[in-house]
């Protein structure tokens, strides 16, 4: 999923100053799994945006609703109805959310509540950790189901670095070390010799070699 | 004895606290007035910071959790989670410039178990000298 997290409440309330009539808009999907974003987070952050403008002695009005993803056009245009009601959209999804809002209303300005971070997992309860970085050309099989892009530290594809110790990374020894990860698991299958192969330097094209990537699905199209 | 202040406190409560059965709580409402609103939850662990925040922006001065003892949460961490959730709070109220003292936590003693309406006493004491919530305004 995608991760985030919520932006210092100073800069939100700089952003949304000259807005009178604000949706606090969450997203239930990515953002919600990681407390960022959801219906919780929404409430939360309507009701301190709400009390710093009483405070202010400041008249606006700040609303909250959430989309079960904010991402996707079905769910956007459930605002159709009430759009129109705010100057502003201060939302709480990840940055495809918010530009997809944004692009769906192209009047209402929509401004950023969270930092989006990273692809990752649920690792423990308040725990989330990065794990791909969406390249475009996945090679887990080659590693054991462990990405060395987005888990070793020197993104190296012929490791390992030989610093780590004790199974944790030389660069950061709060991190496990992804190769002896990738060894152990593929030792764990009986394949270690995938690493017999010299792996050549990643081709990041499939990444960003010709600008912003798209996928086009006909059988998915009307 | 409290009823002539001006403040109002939203308490929260685990319902395993010493003496927090219905007719407890009728009677402290009765007692307190429109000073107390009570908020028995099934574990303290249910608690949010949402709730702590939806009372202080619609009607509460200080707004406060009462836990079990540490380790005798029937649940074994709700006290725990509570706990958390309270600093978490504190530190949004502190992010919009309100004292974050208006959010606080009350954790049980196993030793000297206390009842809901002594809690409910000692907090209002604590929270006697934050004075109304600078969210109502003073008129
Ligand atoms: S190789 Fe790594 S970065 Fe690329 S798709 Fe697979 S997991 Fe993601
Ligand atoms: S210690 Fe392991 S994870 Fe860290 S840089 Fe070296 S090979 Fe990569």
Redesign the interface.
């Known amino acids: 999923m995608i991760t985030a997290e919520q932006k210092?409440?100073?800069e939100i309330r700089e952003m949304i100053g000259p807005f009178k009539r604000i949706l606090v808009l969450g997203c239930a999907s990515c953002v919600a799994e990681c407390a960022a974003g959801g219906e919780?987070e929404t409430?939360?952050l309507g009701?301190?945006?709400?009390?710093?403008a009483?405070?202010e002695?400041k008249e606006v009005v700040i609303e909250e609703k959430t989309l079960d993803r904010q991402c996707v056009n079905e769910f956007i245009v459930l605002l159709d109805d009430t759009i129109d009601q705010y100057d502003a959209v201060l939302s709480l999804g990840c940055g495809a959310g918010v530009q997809a809002v944004a692009d769906m209303f192209p009047e209402t300005p929509v401004i950023p509540a969270l930092n989006t971070e990273f692809l990752g997992e649920t690792k423990a309860q308040g725990l989330w950790m990065e794990n791909c970085l969406g390249c475009g050309d996945c090679m887990l099989y080659y590693f054991g189901g462990v990405c060395p892009l987005a888990r070793c530290s020197k993104q190296l594809f012929n490791g390992p670095c030989g610093g780590s110790v004790d199974g944790r990374c030389e660069i950061n020894p709060e991190m496990d070390c992804a190769w002896q990860l990738i060894i152990d698991r593929l030792s764990r299958f009986n394949a270690l010799d995938r690493l017999e192969d010299i792996y050549p330097p990643k081709d990041w094209s499939r990444k960003q070699g010709s600008g912003p990537r798209k996928i086009v699905r006909e059988d998915q199209q009307r | 004895m409290y009823r002539e202040q001006q403040i109002t406190l939203g308490l929260f409560y685990c319902q395993n606290v010493p003496e927090s059965r219905e007719e407890n709580r009728q009677a402290l409402e009765e007692e307190f007035g429109k000073s107390l609103r009570l908020f028995p939850i099934p574990c303290s662990g249910r608690l949010?910071?949402?709730h702590l925040?939806?009372a202080?922006?619609r009607f509460a001065d200080a707004a406060f959790i009462i836990t079990c003892p540490v380790g005798a949460c029937r649940y074994f961490e709700g006290n725990h989670r509570a706990k958390k959730r309270v600093e978490r709070t504190r530190k949004?109220l502190s992010?919009?410039?309100?004292e974050p003292e208006r959010v606080g936590i009350a954790i049980g003693s196993k030793e000297a178990p206390k009842t809901l309406a002594q809690q409910a006493r000692e907090i209002f004491r604590e929270i006697s000298l934050l004075g109304p919530s600078?969210?109502?305004?003073q008129e």
């Open positions: 210092p409440i100073d919780k409430a939360m009701s301190a945006l709400r009390m710093a009483k405070m002695k | 949010e910071p949402v925040l939806k202080l922006e949004i992010d919009i410039g309100m600078p969210v109502f305004g």
